[in-house]
């Protein structure tokens, strides 16, 4: 504004001057015109003249005025501008907002957004309505619509108090009373742990073991002639249960690692050793089948000395027992070594108060509903207890023993069978007894909620890598089309679209043969759990996928085989059963249905299942070589056709079988014969030492002497699956 008053000023002021000089040199001849006509016309003289101040004082007020005029101005287009940002509008924003989200923020259709997108490296065409944002975006869109951001925190539900259950502070030393100890028997598959066991339970539980291996986790309480008792958990020795191992020894005070005298130290009884040490549980050691020939117990405790394991022999801190599970020789003095070692620890407990203790192992039976194996920790469980484990909760309407007596209280260390359960819980879940069944609710709705606040967390942190790997790609292939003429980037685009058009019937049955869809359904928890860790180490998915598309605890049911029918897929149950109805519908519908009764059987059936989806392989079995010793052509109509004479070294030529042409060790050509003959004869085959000539079926093809004939025939293989489950 001020520059602009400058420049008026002086064009006024040089106005002015001009003005002056003017008005000076009308005075001049004025003044010589008025001495010459004074006397003639007096009225001259008098004639009234407008002074120059007076023409200043006119410019003078004129820029005045125009300098008012210029500030008014200046002013109302300062204030227009000022009120046009105010009235901006702003609008509320957080991170991770979706396309939908901001478009309503900002009172806009969905498509303003999209405009706003238009020409930034982001791809439209992946943007949906509920895809997330990033920070950029959401400030480019804002900006372009001419409006302002506010950023607030992320939109989620009004906080909610944790109304979780947890256990009880430690209690009064003056109030624990003393408990059994848990004993957890652990050690290699067939090292002989149930027969152990049931010599000291007198039942026949081995008998009871598929193939000899024990494939769940039982516990069971155990009277000694002495009047002590012992609650022993029998874990599963095979490679397919670590998890269960792992879970007994949490829970336990004592673990009893048996090992064979003839065997010695195996893989499993050195994972044993180390879940007994991450536990900080103590170890008696058990020498079993010590009644054997080839039995070497001191071999066994020098190969324990590797781990950390070290017998009192030796100086070390273990009991060592040498036992034979097979006669009961020893065991007696096991049970007292183990009672021993229980006094030094000094085991007790809280038999009141509200209950707490851990889930051994969970199943569905068909007249009960969800059950459950537990011990108990603390407190006194009784008929009507409210419980809660994981995300289920119980009215505990019975109870039983392990020999399936009904009891009406369980103390602490006591294995107990509870049935009441709303929902099967998991192996391992903590049991916390709540006051009341609205309490029960509101504390499974609470880990509900939490559970699902983590998968959002977890679904919008992937949703951020894959929009990073999106861009990434989106950016490689900018840079990609960045140097062509935009001639070749359409034809380039064009032969892309087509390859991801829609597969033929064919190819789309190919595609899918490669993919393995199966439901996995078990007796308890912990063995489907055992199968799904397993699945877990699959590799080959290269080769054939493998799509777990359901499992869960309990029979084969109607809507298993339903689900197995969409999908296409097999159903695989261990230690279950399926109907005769159901073993009906799913032969109707074309559905496989496997039941197994041993874990690493329904592995093989399972690799055998993925082999049988791979695409054979094609194997080739020489049937006959023979060497070219001369060459020369002979002619048909018009034209010259190569012909060899050859000599059969090995095997015999078949005429209609496949041939090919090797030259110093490479294969020059593959293909057919259109003659074989025997001097002038025409024959099939030709067998070894015989000499013949023969041609090909390309007659491009030069032969040299030396050159080698070998007729063969292709033998489709089944291919068979890479994966290796370890056992």
């Known amino acids: 504004m001020n520059q602009k008053i400058l420049k008026v000023e002086n064009l006024l002021r040089f106005h002015t001057i001009c003005r002056q000089l003017h008005s ?73 907002m979706t396309v939908e989200e901001l478009a309503n923020a900002m009172e806009k259709d969905i498509d303003c957004v999209y405009e706003a997108l238009m020409n930034t490296t982001i791809n439209i065409d992946s943007l949906e309505a509920d895809s997330h944002l990033d920070e950029v975006w959401i400030k480019e869109v804002i900006k372009k619509a001419g409006m302002k951001f506010k950023w607030s925190k992320l939109k989620q539900d009004k906080v909610r108090e944790n109304k979780d259950a947890v256990r009880r502070p430690q ?33 026949q539980v081995a008998a009871m073991e598929a193939g000899g291996i024990t494939q769940h986790i039982g516990a069971f309480l155990v009277s000694l002639p002495s009047g002590e008792k012992i609650t022993f958990l029998d874990t599963p020795g095979h490679a397919a249960f670590s998890a269960m191992r792992a879970r007994g020894a949490q829970v336990t005070d004592i673990v009893i690692l048996v090992v064979a005298a003839d065997d010695g130290v195996m893989k499993q009884t050195v994972e044993s050793i180390q879940h007994a040490k991450d536990a900080q549980v103590p170890i008696v050691l058990a ?95 009784r008929k009507g207890s409210i419980l809660v484990a994981g995300k289920s909760w119980a009215k505990v309407r019975l109870m039983f023993d392990e020999n399936g ?66 861009q990434e790609a989106h950016r490689k292939a900018r840079e990609k089309y960045g140097t062509l003429h935009w001639k070749e980037r359409s034809f380039i685009k064009y032969q892309e679209k087509k390859k991801q058009k829609l597969l033929k019937p064919k190819e789309k049955a190919e595609r899918d043969s490669n993919v393995l869809p199966i439901i996995i359904k078990g007796d308890v928890d912990g063995s489907v759990e055992a199968i799904l860790n397993i699945m877990d180490t699959y590799d080959a998915s290269h080769e054939c996928e493998l799509e777990l598309i359901h499992f869960g605890v309990g029979d084969i049911s109607e809507n298993d085989v339903n689900l197995a029918e969409t999908f296409h897929g097999v159903i695989y149950g261990f230690n279950v059963n399926a109907g005769n109805v ?10 496989k249905i496997k039941l197994h009764k041993i874990i690493y059987h329904l592995i093989e059936d399972l690799q055998g299942e993925l082999s049988s989806r791979l695409p054979c392989t094609v194997e080739e079995h020489v049937v006959g070589e023979a060497s070219i010793l001369a060459t020369f052509s002979v002619t048909e109509g018009k034209k010259k056709v190569p012909v060899a004479g050859c000599r059969v070294q090995k095997g015999q030529l078949e005429k209609p079988k496949k041939f090919k042409l090797i030259r110093n060790g490479h294969v020059i050509w593959k293909g057919s014969l259109t003659s074989l003959k025997h001097h002038k004869d025409d024959i099939s085959i030709i067998k070894t030492g015989m000499d013949c000539g023969l041609s090909l079926d390309d007659e491009k093809i030069e032969f040299i002497v030396g050159d080698e004939i070998v007729c063969y025939e292709e033998k489709e293989v089944l291919a068979k699956t890479s994966w290796d489950p370890g056992f």
């Open 24 to 96: 000076l040199g009308q005075r001049k001849t004025l003044s010589q015109w008025r001495h010459v006509f004074s006397s003639a016309c007096p009225m001259w003289t008098a004639q009234p003249y407008t002074r120059p101040w007076q023409t200043d004082a006119l410019f003078g007020a004129a820029l005045s005025q125009y300098r008012l005029l210029v500030t008014k101005k200046e002013e109302r287009s300062q204030k227009s501008q000022f009120s046009s940002t105010k009235s901006k509008k702003e609008v509320e924003v957080w991170i991770g």
């Open 171 to 203: 209690a009064d030393p003056a109030l624990l009373t003393p408990r059994s100890p848990v004993v957890t028997i652990m050690g290699h598959v067939d090292h002989g742990k149930t027969t152990l066991l049931d010599k000291l339970r007198k039942t």
């Open 287 to 381: 020498i079993n089948k010590c009644d054997k020939a080839e039995a070497d117990p001191e071999k066994v405790k020098k190969e324990l000395l590797a781990y950390d394991v070290v017998c009192e022999d030796y100086g070390g801190d273990v009991q060592a027992v040498h036992v034979s599970a097979l006669t009961g020789d020893n065991l007696m003095a096991l049970a007292e070594a183990t009672v021993t070692l229980a006094e030094m620890l000094e085991l007790k407990a809280d038999p009141t108060g509200l209950v707490e203790g851990t889930v051994i192992e969970s199943f569905t039976d068909k007249g009960r509903g969800p059950v459950t194996t537990a011990i108990i920790q603390r407190g006194t469980l």
């Open 405 to 470: 007596k009904t009891i009406n209280e369980a103390c602490p260390s006591m294995p107990v069978g509870i049935i009441g359960w709303r929902d099967l819980p998991s192996a391992g879940d903590e049991i916390l007894e709540v006051e009341s069944e609205p309490r029960a609710r509101e504390v499974v709705d609470w880990r509900k909620y939490e559970q699902e606040q983590e998968k959002n967390k977890e679904d919008l942190k992937m949703i951020e890598e894959k929009r990073k790997e999106h």
């Open 582 to 591: 159901i073993q009906q519908s799913a032969a109707k519908k074309g559905v």
